[in-house]
């Protein structure tokens, strides 16, 4: 069984900073991407930023360069400056695993609340 749990959500004043973090744990063999996606009332869920295993990056274009996403093994980490109102959602971590029994598949976290608010 595989574990995936973020921290690090919270309220912030536009403009202010926040760091995401991204855990997975237990049946692991190895890790391959892994990223993190949002999503904010009545919309639909966002992809914001993925890493590979090769810590190759691609980012939403809404988020290029006040989004920051690294990675250390199987912990993924989003720095968020310069934050805006719109930035508000809840953010999702998700790893792509293979785990010890050969099996892939992609796990999802329960997800943390990001309030960009005044």
């Known amino acids: 069984q595989v574990h995936v749990v973020e921290s690090g959500g919270g309220l912030v004043q536009p403009g202010g900073s926040l760091r995401l973090s991204c855990a997975a744990s237990?049946?692991?063999?190895?890790?391959?991407?892994m990223a993190w996606y949002r999503q904010a009332p009545g919309k639909q869920r966002e992809l914001v930023a993925i890493?590979?295993?090769?810590?190759l990056t691609n980012y939403a274009d809404s988020v290029k360069g006040r989004f920051t996403i690294s990675r250390d093994k199987n912990t993924v980490f989003l720095q968020m400056n310069s934050l805006k109102p719109e930035d508000t959602a809840v953010y999702y971590c998700?790893?792509?695993?293979?785990?010890?029994?050969?099996?892939?598949?992609?796990?999802w976290g329960q997800g943390t609340q990001v309030t960009v608010s005044s």
């Open positions: 998700t790893a792509d695993v293979l785990g010890r029994l050969g099996l892939r598949n992609d796990y």
């Open positions: 237990g049946n692991i063999l190895s890790t391959n991407a």
């Open positions: 890493t590979t295993s090769g810590c």
